[in-house]
């Protein structure tokens, strides 16, 4: 279950070489809500004929979920999640966050503010994550704090809010998180917390979803998001990582050098298993764009495209 996941953390060796260990004669089979076009090749080549059979969305029951984005400055984020958490006196609201560490960080801080929270990811041991749900299905515990990785495939029914403390880069994780909520045909209220960095990530969702954001202005923590229809920065994905040996310092070398784009275009540079990302300066972004798909990182080509969430 959770194949893609599975895949996408860099896990496929140790698959290959368990699955080596297995019979011949078997059947593998891979679950997941989501499987991207790159994962879904590098699962093909652990299985033989493979059928992939896939639900119809025409089948599933109508989810309604509200989606809402609220600007904050990044040091006030833990003071305005506390206050939403307050305010609306949710008995469970479930909070995602990038690491580990962050999920630590925020429990603690949320349970000195008064909340009943508890953080929820996989370097805790299984009978602590089991312990945690037990709570928060009960209504024991009022916030748990989770990474992705730990909150895949957790099933709460009547989950009022989920709330995105950071916000993810794929969009399909973002579609994950906020499904958790709004539940067998209920309603459901997912909260996106972002700041100014991360106003690209908004712009990108908007794209995935073909929809504009609603921003709600909850004083005092809102900040000028005028520029999230023009972030100064664009972020490139890139179909290549680091089982393709792709390192930060080739794709700046392929802007820098082939399409001559300068150094101080070029922001953040963000390496990962089977993608890559790279932001770019307005300015410079179509022409970034071209030279990335029309010619070589590292001698190979890539697929390359505006990132559709961040």
């Known amino acids: 279950d959770e194949a893609d996941r ?99 960080i925020v429990a603690d801080k949320l349970r000195k503010g008064g909340l009943t929270a508890e953080p929820f990811h996989g370097e805790l041991s299984q009978g602590k994550r089991t312990q945690v749900l037990t709570d928060f299905k009960a209504e024991r515990l009022q916030v748990v704090v989770a990474t992705d990785v730990a909150a895949r495939g957790l099933d709460i029914k009547e989950l009022q809010a989920v709330i995105n403390y950071d916000l993810p880069w794929d969009p399909e994780i973002y579609v994950h998180r906020i499904g958790r909520t709004g539940r067998a045909g209920l309603k459901g209220l997912a909260l996106s917390l972002c700041t100014q960095a991360e106003l690209n990530r908004v712009k990108a969702i908007e794209d995935y979803q073909s929809v504009t954001a609603r921003w709600d202005e909850i004083a005092p923590f809102q900040m000028s998001y005028e520029l999230r229809f023009e972030p100064p920065m664009v972020t490139l994905w890139i179909d290549g990582g680091r089982k393709d040996k792709v390192r930060p310092g080739d794709i700046l070398g392929a802007l820098t050098g082939d399409a001559g784009i300068a150094g101080s275009e070029v922001g953040q540079i963000d390496i990962f298993d089977a993608h890559a990302y790279v932001a770019i300066k307005q300015a410079s972004v179509d022409k970034a764009l071209a030279c990335l798909k029309n010619g070589k990182i590292k001698g190979r080509s890539f697929m390359v495209r505006k990132s559709q969430w961040g």
Not at 19 to 41: D, E, M, Y
Not at 53 to 62: G, M, S
């Open 6 to 104: 599975m895949l996408d953390l860099g896990f496929a060796d140790e698959l290959a070489q368990l699955l080596a260990l297995l019979p011949g004669q078997r059947q593998n089979l891979f679950f997941s809500a989501t499987f991207s076009p790159a994962v879904r090749a590098l699962a093909q080549t652990l299985l033989v004929d493979a059928v992939r059979v896939e639900v119809d969305a025409a089948q599933q029951q109508p989810v309604e979920i509200i989606q809402r984005a609220i600007a904050v400055d990044a040091g006030k984020r833990t003071q305005l999640l506390r206050h939403l958490i307050k305010q609306h006196s949710w008995p469970r609201t479930l909070v995602f966050v990038a690491t580990k560490f962050a999920a630590e």
